[in-house]
Nanobody, 115 residues
Framework: QVQLVESGGGLVQAGGSLRLSCAASRSFDSAEAMAWYRQAAGKQRDLIAAFSSGDSTNYADSVKGRFTISRGSAKNTMYLQLNSLKPEDTAVYYC?????????WGRGAQVTVSS
């Protein structure tokens, strides 16, 4: 069993920045996949940023150029840097990772962007 815990959400004005953190109960070195998703009220949960093979990254078109996924110096930490935030970025943000064929989710961090 792996626990993921997000932190760093909050209320920010449009154009502002936030950094979300995801702390895992084990090292991400053994993860087969790592990603961030978000879910706005009344909408489906969407993939917004992910590590692909090696250290390559992929982003949804809606966040490309504004959000950055990264690994922390601590092996059990992952980040999502959110810049140039827009009101439409308001959502609950979830950390996701796959370990040994199973998918694990955090409980989410609320990000609210005011206009």
């Amino acid at each position: 069993q792996v626990q993921l815990v997000e932190s760093g959400g909050g209320l920010v004005q449009a154009g502002g920045s936030l950094r979300l953190s995801c702390a895992a109960s084990r090292s991400f070195d053994s993860a087969e996949a790592m990603a961030w998703y978000r879910q706005a009220a009344g909408k489906q949960r969407d993939l917004i940023a992910a590590f692909s093979s090696g250290d390559s990254t992929n982003y949804a078109d809606s966040v490309k150029g504004r959000f950055t996924i990264s690994r922390g110096s601590a092996k059990n930490t992952m980040y999502l840097q959110l810049n140039s935030l827009k009101p439409e970025d308001t959502a609950v943000y979830y950390c996701n990772a796959h370990f040994y064929g199973r998918s694990y989710w955090g409980r989410g961090a609320q990000v609210t962007v005011s206009s």
